[in-house]
């Protein structure tokens, strides 16, 4: 069972950039890996994903402005997020998943607050 941690997050203002990081506990290049974020009140949104050969997606909402990559080598899944918005704000998760299995990992949440 992998486990993640995330790291990043914070206070910026509107037009910043930040980047979060999520660390897993064994070899991530058999996993998905996704990124998603919620509001209180509101289901868990996608903000990207990226396959085990490195082809990523976005939903329109952050396409041109969030990036996820991941460093297999270092178990490290990434989003940078640049011109970030005040709707960015929300908490951020990290999750892994083995195509072919139905079950999905989750880090802790990590929160960002963009302010206006």
């Known amino acids: 069972q992998v486990q993640l941690v995330q790291s990043g997050g914070g206070l910026v203002q509107a037009g910043g950039s930040l980047t979060l990081s999520c660390v897993a506990s064994e070899k991530i290049y058999l996993y998905a890996m996704d990124w998603y974020r919620q509001t209180p009140g509101k289901q868990r949104e996608w903000v990207a994903g990226?396959?085990?050969?490195?082809?990523?997606n976005y939903p329109d909402s952050v396409a041109g402005r969030f990036t996820i990559s991941r460093d297999n080598d270092k178990n490290t899944l990434f989003l940078h997020m640049i011109s970030l918005k005040p709707e960015d704000t929300a908490v951020y998760y990290c999750s892994a998943v083995r195509p072919g299995f139905s079950t999905y990992y989750w880090g802790q949440g990590t929160q960002v607050n963009v302010s206006s």
């Open positions: 990226i396959s085990r050969n490195n082809i990523a």
